[in-house]
């Protein structure tokens, strides 16, 4: 009965944690529109989005060790958004020469995981070594947003952080870490614990530094 009602569960949490993600991955297409507009990157950083496939691409392999089919749609789709949203980066980049080396440094550390991956013979053993580092790669992507909080805190506004994403990542993290804990997976539930305790300060920083509207002086 018990494992019924597990079941039930992983079975209703799987599909919304995979839409939320998803979702959450394609709020990378304003940025590439703004670049396409201005076509110039400008200030923005291509690196976000290539850790990001590093990320996605790393929890794939994971995903077909483990046999989850979750796993591997959600982190199947993010990576094949974020080479997209490089693709257009990389095009209206002018500098690209930083661009080539960070591709190149993710493109031989997926190389190293998949060769990993297919040359050995022991599933257990290579989820035991991959899990831990899909762990840590997940959790860099969570500790990403820390250095605009510190800004935020330094200049006590908030227009430097967007609010709903903010709340989505939380939401996301909620649910993946619910997830993990259904199906005993601490490679998953771990570092979306952590995501959520940096989403939820990052969130309550909105309500302790509130954006006010800018005063307009009489002329």
């Known amino acids: 009965m018990e494992t019924a009602v597990e079941f039930?569960?992983?079975?209703?949490?799987?599909?919304?944690?995979?839409?939320?993600?998803?979702?959450?991955?394609?709020?990378?297409?304003?940025?590439?529109?703004?670049?396409?507009?201005?076509?110039?990157?400008?200030?923005?950083?291509?690196?976000?989005?290539?850790?990001?496939?590093?990320?996605?691409?790393s929890w794939v392999g994971y995903g077909s060790l483990v046999r989850n089919n979750v796993l591997l749609v959600v982190n199947t789709t993010g990576s094949v958004l974020q080479s997209i949203f490089i693709t257009f980066f990389y095009c209206y980049s002018k500098s690209k020469r930083l661009i080539n080396q960070q591709i190149l440094f993710a493109f031989l550390f997926l190389l190293a995981i998949y060769y990993y991956i297919y040359q050995s013979e022991d599933t257990s053993g290579t989820i035991k070594t991959l899990g831990p580092i899909c762990s840590c790669l997940a959790v860099l992507a969570y500790a990403a947003p820390l250095s605009a909080m510190g800004e935020v805190i330094s200049t006590k506004s908030t227009?430097?952080?967007?609010f709903?994403?903010?709340?989505?990542?939380?939401?996301?993290?909620?649910?993946?870490?619910?997830?993990?804990?259904?199906?005993?997976?601490?490679?998953?539930?771990?570092?979306?614990?952590?995501?959520v305790i940096v989403s939820f300060l990052q969130v309550s920083l909105f309500y302790i530094y509130p954006n006010k509207p800018a005063t307009v002086l009489p002329a």
């Open 8 to 57: 039930t569960l992983t079975d209703y949490v799987a599909p919304v944690c995979a839409a939320s993600s998803i979702l959450l991955y394609m709020t990378g297409w304003p940025a590439v529109w703004t670049v396409m507009k201005r076509k110039s990157t400008g200030d923005m950083s291509t690196f976000p989005y290539i850790a990001m496939l590093v990320n996605c691409s």
């Open 159 to 162: 227009s430097s952080m967007n």
């Open 164 to 195: 709903p994403l903010s709340v989505a990542n939380l939401i996301v993290g909620v649910e993946w870490s619910a997830y993990g804990f259904l199906l005993g997976d601490y490679y998953v539930m771990g570092p979306n614990i952590l995501g």
